[in-house]
């Protein structure tokens, strides 16, 4: 079972593989935006993977056109709704801006 760090606090939560990373800190009572629901239509859930990013799914066409839309998006952004867990841990950021 992979375990989710949210940096910068160092909160864990423990994530059901082929679960999103939203679903996971929304469960835990993380604060995070999810304007759309989880259906990628927003930007509201946007985060930075600093580790295990290659264990995550593939980015795909609808998240990708989503996150060439936000300010400030960097090679580790994904979009928390759309990233779902393989087997490894993995850290992630909320950006400020
Ligand atoms: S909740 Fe809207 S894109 Fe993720």
Redesign the pocket.
């Known amino acids: 079972m992979p375990v989710l760090t949210i940096q910068p606090s160092g909160k864990t939560i423990e994530a059901a593989t082929g679960s999103s990373i939203?679903s996971a800190m929304l469960a835990a009572g993380s604060d995070i935006?999810?304007?759309?629901?989880?259906?990628?239509?927003?930007?509201?859930?946007h985060i930075s993977v600093l580790e295990g990013r290659k264990s995550l799914s593939k980015t795909q066409r609808l998240e990708n056109e989503?996150l060439d839309t936000i300010v400030g998006v960097g090679s580790k952004s994904r979009?928390?709704?759309?990233a779902l867990f393989g087997e490894e841990d993995v850290t992630v950021e909320i950006p400020t801006i």
Do not use: N, V, W
Not at 79 to 82: I, K, P
């Open positions: 939203l935006g999810h304007k759309c629901e989880g259906k990628g239509e927003c930007d509201s859930c989503r979009l928390a709704c759309q």
